[in-house]
């Protein structure tokens, strides 16, 4: 009854979007989410506070790969 959260894993279209984190210059606040690899639309999806929020991010899409930054 009050056992672990169970995982969630979610799907992205990796041939029409790429994860990337959208990193602010002025105050260091940093968002994980996707962007449209043709029109550049940015759709942010959790905040990053600790190293693991985005292990998180990660492992509920799947994502192996090292995320870009974006400013």
């Known amino acids: ?3 672990k959260k169970k995982q969630v894993h979610h799907t992205y279209d990796a041939a029409a979007v790429k994860p990337v984190i959208h990193a602010s210059i002025c ?3 940093q968002v994980a989410g996707f962007q449209d690899r043709k029109t550049g639309h940015f759709e942010g999806i959790c905040l990053i ?3 693991q929020d985005l ?5 509920e899409y ?3 790969e090292e995320i870009g ?3």
Do not use: D, H, L
Request: glycine share 16%; hydrophobic share 25%.
């Open 27 to 29: 105050n260091g606040e």
């Open 62 to 64: 799947g994502i192996t």
């Open 49 to 51: 506070k600790t190293p």
């Open 69 to 71: 930054k974006v400013y």
């Open 55 to 59: 292990e998180r991010f990660k492992e």
């Open 1 to 3: 009854m009050f056992g």
